[in-house]
C-alpha cells in the first residue's frame, strides 16, 4: 500500500507514456505481457501500474461479471414493464371521480413510497412464505421492484396526463371517441413528452438499485463482484470494472431515452429520419419529404376559380347528404325543452326551450357568461344537463328520462355521440397537436366508425384541399396559422359526414385578417344545407347566412327571429343593448 501511494497515479502515467516509443520499436509479434515485464527497466512502480490496468481490463470483459450484469438488465427491464402497466392503472385510478377509487390508489402510493425497498423484498421472501407464498430469489426481486416502481410510475404518468391540455380529450369525446381511446390515440402519445424524463431517470435507478436484490440472494452483478472481492480482495479492479459495466449499460438506457424523447417531440417534423445521428451532433443529409397527395381528379380537374367553387359546393352537398336522414328537410332535427344546468349554486342554464329545424342555419348571440357555451356542448353532451330534455333527430343523446322528466346519463356515451351524428368546431381549434392536419382528419373516420385507412386517406385529403389546405396536409397544428387550424378543425368535423355541426365562437381567437378564411367557409357549409348551431358575435355572418337568430342571457332565449327582425329591429331592450355594444366595439 504504501508502494501504491509512493507511485501515484502520475507515476503510473510517465511510466505509461515513457514506455511508448519503446512499444512503436517493439519487433512485430510483442505480446503485452512480455511490454508489461520489460516496464520495470523502466520504473519499477510502472509495471505495478501497468499490471492493474490489464487486471482492470480483464475485468471488464468478465464474463462471470457480465451475467451478473445481465441479471440485473431482466430484473429490470421486466420490472419496469410490470411497473409501468400497474403504474398507468394507479394513475388512472388517482384521476377517478369516484372517491373510494382515488382513495385506494393514494393509499397503495403513500405505503409504498414510505417503507424502504429494501424491507419490501425482505418482507416477499421471508414473511410471505408464511401465508403459503413462496418465491425464488430472482422472482422475489422483481415482484418487489415492480410494486415499489408502479407507486413511483403512477405519479409520473398521472403528472404526464394532466400536462395534457383538457380540451384535447374534450375534442376527442365530440368526434364520439371513447375515453379509452381517446386515452391511447390522444392523451398518452402527448404525455409521453413529460412522462420520459421521469421513466428513464427511475430505469437508471433501478438498474443500480438491483444491487440490493443481493439481500434475497439475488447473483446479480454488484453481488458478483464482491464475491470476487472476497475472494482476492481486489478492491480497485474489481469494483473499477463493475463501475464501467454499468456505467455502459446505463448509456444504452440514456441513448434509447434521448430517441424516444425525439419521438415524441411535438415540434418535430414527422417527415424527418435522422433523429439517430443528431442525437450524436451528426448532420446527415435529410430525407426529402414526400409531395402531398393529389386530390382526386373530379374535385381538381377545372383550376378556375368558379369550377373550384363549384367542386367543393357539390362536396359539401354530397356529405351533407352522405347518410339518408328520417328527419325530413324542413322538419325539427334537435328539439331542448327547458333545460337546465348549474354550477354549484350558479345557474348558467335556466329554462331554454329552443328547435332547430334540419337544413337550418341558427345563431347564438349574447354576452359573455350569459349560457350559449354551456347550451351548445349540451347539446352534444360534452355537458349533462340538470333538467330538461334534448333530442336529436327524436333520440337522447346519452341520456335516458327518469319518472317526473330528470335526465339521468347513461353508459356508452362515445357511442351515443357517434351515432348522433354530431360535428363540434371549437374556438381555440382543439386539434390533436401530435398529429399532422391530414391525421387529424383521419383520425375518427378510421377508429370510431371503422373506415378503411386508404378510403379516409382519399376524403381527408380532397376535404383539406376543399378548405384551401392541400399545400399543409403534413403540417402540425403548431406549423400553421390560426385561420388554418380551425379550417382542419372544419375538415376534421366534415369528415364524420355530420347531420348536425355546433360552431363554438369559431373566429373569436382569430386575427381579423384570418376570419374570413373561416367565415367564407361556413358560408359553403350553409348553402350546401348542412344544420348548423353557432355562437358568434360576427353579426354580418349572422345577419347574411342564419336563418333564425336567437338571443340568450342569464341562461334563458331573450328573444329570437329572423335576422333582420332581431339584429335590425330587436323587440326587447336588453337585445338592443347588447347590439349597441358590440357595434361600437
Not at 62 to 70: D, N, T
Not at 212 to 218: G, L, M, P, R, T
Not at 397 to 415: E, F, H, I, N, S
Request: charged share 20%; aromatic share 8%; proline share 5%.
Amino acid at each position: 500500500m504504501k508502494r501504491l501511494q509512493k507511485a501515484g497515479l502520475g507515476t503510473a502515467v510517465t511510466a505509461l507514456v515513457g514506455v511508448m516509443p519503446a512499444r512503436a520499436q517493439a519487433p512485430a509479434g510483442t505480446s503485452i505481457e512480455d511490454m508489461a515485464s520489460g516496464l520495470s527497466a523502466v520504473d519499477p512502480y510502472a509495471n505495478m501500474a501497468f499490471g492493474w490496468f490489464w487486471e482492470f481490463l480483464s475485468y471488464c470483459a468478465s464474463a462471470f461479471l457480465w451475467e451478473g450484469a445481465w441479471v440485473a438488465v431482466k430484473i429490470t427491464a421486466i420490472s419496469m414493464t410490470l411497473g409501468l402497466i400497474l403504474g398507468l392503472v394507479l394513475a388512472l385510478m388517482r384521476l377517478s371521480t369516484l372517491a373510494i377509487v382515488r382513495a385506494v390508489s393514494w393509499f397503495y402510493i403513500w405505503i409504498t413510497r414510505g417503507t424502504p425497498q429494501l424491507l419490501q423484498l425482505v418482507f416477499i421472501f421471508n414473511a410471505l412464505p408464511f401465508v403459503g407464498l413462496k418465491f425464488d430469489s430472482f422472482t422475489t426481486a422483481v415482484i418487489g421492484f415492480s410494486l415499489n416502481q408502479a407507486a413511483f410510475s403512477a405519479e409520473i404518468i398521472r403528472g404526464g396526463i394532466l400536462s395534457v391540455n383538457r380540451n384535447q380529450s374534450i375534442a376527442a369525446s365530440s368526434l364520439g371517441m371513447g375515453p379509452f381511446l381517446s386515452l391511447r390515440r390522444i392523451i398518452l402519445p402527448q404525455a409521453m413528452r413529460a412522462i420520459l424524463p421521469g421513466v428513464g431517470n427511475d430505469t437508471i435507478s433501478m438498474l443500480k438499485l438491483t444491487s440490493i436484490a443481493s439481500i434475497v440472494f439475488v447473483n446479480e452483478l454488484t453481488f458478483r463482484s464482491q464475491q470476487i472481492v472476497g475472494q482476492n480482495n481486489k478492491f480497485f479492479t474489481v469494483f473499477a470494472a463493475t463501475a464501467v459495466i454499468y456505467l455502459i449499460l446505463v448509456s444504452v438506457i440514456s441513448i434509447a431515452q434521448g430517441w424516444a424523447e425525439r419521438r415524441f417531440d411535438l415540434e418535430k417534423d414527422k417527415r424527418s429520419t435522422n433523429d439517430f445521428g443528431r442525437m450524436f451532433g451528426f448532420r446527415l443529409k435529410p430525407e426529402a419529404a414526400p409531395s402531398p397527395a393529389p386530390i382526386p381528379v373530379d374535385a381538381a380537374a377545372d383550376e378556375t376559380p368558379a369550377a373550384r367553387t363549384a367542386a367543393s359546393d357539390d362536396l359539401f352537398k354530397t356529405l351533407v347528404n352522405a347518410d339518408a336522414d328520417p328527419v325530413p328537410r324542413g322538419e325539427p332535427l334537435v328539439v331542448c325543452r327547458n333545460v337546465q344546468k348549474e354550477y354549484g349554486s350558479n345557474k348558467v342554464l335556466n329554462g331554454i326551450d329552443l328547435t332547430v329545424n334540419r337544413g337550418e342555419v341558427v345563431v347564438l348571440l349574447g354576452p359573455s357568461g350569459s349560457g350559449k357555451s354551456t347550451f351548445l356542448r349540451a347539446i352534444n353532451h360534452l355537458e349533462s344537463v340538470d333538467w330538461g330534455t334534448i333530442t336529436v333527430g327524436g333520440a337522447y343523446v346519452g341520456y335516458q328520462m327518469l319518472p317526473g322528466g330528470q335526465p339521468r346519463p347513461t353508459g356508452r356515451l362515445a357511442k351515443a355521440r357517434a351515432d348522433a351524428r354530431i360535428a363540434m368546431v371549437f374556438q381555440h381549434f382543439n386539434l390533436f397537436n401530435h398529429l399532422s392536419a391530414l391525421e387529424n382528419v383521419m383520425e375518427a373516420p378510421v377508429r370510431v366508425f371503422g373506415i378503411k385507412p386508404d378510403v379516409a386517406r382519399t376524403m381527408a385529403t380532397r376535404l383539406l384541399g376543399e378548405v384551401g389546405l392541400q399545400n399543409h396536409i403534413h403540417h402540425l397544428p403548431h406549423r400553421l396559422s390560426g385561420g388554418q387550424q380551425q379550417r382542419v378543425a372544419i375538415a376534421r368535423a366534415l369528415a364524420i359526414s355530420p347531420r348536425l355541426m355546433l360552431f363554438d365562437e369559431p373566429t373569436s381567437a382569430l386575427d381579423p385578417e384570418l376570419v374570413g378564411e373561416v367565415l367564407g367557409v361556413m358560408r359553403k357549409l350553409a348553402d350546401a344545407g348542412m344544420t348548423m348551431v353557432v355562437v358568434t358575435h360576427e353579426i354580418r355572418f349572422a345577419r347574411e347566412v342564419a336563418d333564425r337568430v336567437v338571443f340568450i342571457d342569464g341562461g334563458v332565449v331573450v328573444e329570437e327571429g329572423p335576422p333582420e327582425q332581431v339584429i335590425d329591429n330587436p323587440t326587447h331592450d336588453r337585445t338592443r343593448r347588447f347590439l349597441r355594444a358590440v357595434s361600437h366595439g
